[in-house]
Antibody, heavy 120, light 108 residues
Framework: EVQLVESGGGLVQPGGSLRLSCAAS????????MRWVRQAPGKGLEWVSS????????FYGDSVKGRFSISRDNSKNTLYLQLNSLRVEDTAVYYC?????????????WGQGALVTVSS | EIVLTQSPGTLSLSPGERATLSCRAS???????LAWYQQKTGQTPTLLIY???SRATGIPDRFSGSGSGTDFTLTISRLEPEDFAVYYC?????????FGGGTKVEIK
């Protein structure tokens, strides 16, 4: 059974930093693209970032480019998202998500999410 | 960027009725890279459909996807009580990956 468990969320002041982690199990972590998707309170889904299976290729949405950094440790089956220069509008539930197999891969599984609140 | 526009915003139906949800893309979605997700209140999204029309594992056959190019449809043939939720379409053929704004299917 695929499991994705996020941690590291919390309350942070504007301009602050936070690191989210996602512990993966139930599949060969090192073989799949992984993603972060966020959902602001009462709003829709927004793709944040993706990382290739070997960690070599990373991609970001325009709203977080230059402030967030995605990485993975395949030896620990863990995905990370470093959030810097946080803004009030970054307040959201951040979901860790597993990509399907194939070059054009959809989100196959989602974690339960980690709430990040940016407020003074 | 491919913008996905979902309509209607809210669909009010009774159990047993047919639901038809639309997702229109601002440009052609290539490689059949269109998926649908269901999100119940307070829960994580779950995959329903990928590749426009392929049902994910465990998804009942009352859910079906269709379309091509820029126009896509999710159909729920007969609504069950557990189907009342928000539905999102998602394109994964080009970066940035994008989602539609969602259609809420509510009990009439």
């Amino acid at each position: 059974e695929v499991q994705l468990v996020e941690s590291g969320g919390g309350l942070v002041q504007p301009g602050g930093s936070l690191r989210l982690s996602c512990a993966a199990s139930g599949f060969t972590f090192s073989s799949y693209v992984m993603r972060w998707v966020r959902q602001a309170p009462g709003k829709g889904l927004e793709w944040v970032s993706s990382v290739g299976a070997d960690g070599g290729n990373t991609f970001y949405g325009d709203s977080v480019k230059g402030r967030f950094s995605i990485s993975r440790d395949n030896s620990k089956n863990t995905l990370y998202l470093q959030l810097n220069s946080l803004r009030v509008e970054d307040t959201a539930v951040y979901y860790c998500a597993k990509g399907s197999s194939g070059y054009y891969n959809y989100i196959e599984y989602w974690g339960q999410g980690a709430l990040v609140t940016v407020s003074s | 960027e491919i913008v996905l526009t979902q309509s209607p915003g809210t669909l009010s139906l009774s159990p047993g009725e047919r639901a038809t949800l639309s997702c229109r893309a601002s440009q052609s979605v290539s490689r059949s890279s269109l998926a649908w997700y269901q999100q119940k209140t307070g829960q994580t999204p779950t995959l329903l459909i990928y590749g426009i029309s392929s049902r994910a594992t465990g998804i009942p056959d009352r859910f079906s996807g269709s379309g091509s190019g820029t126009d896509f449809t999710l159909t729920i043939s007969r609504l069950e009580p557990e189907d009342f939720a928000v539905y999102y379409c998602h394109q994964y053929c080009s970066s940035p990956l994008t989602f539609g704004g969602g259609t809420k299917v509510e009990i009439k």
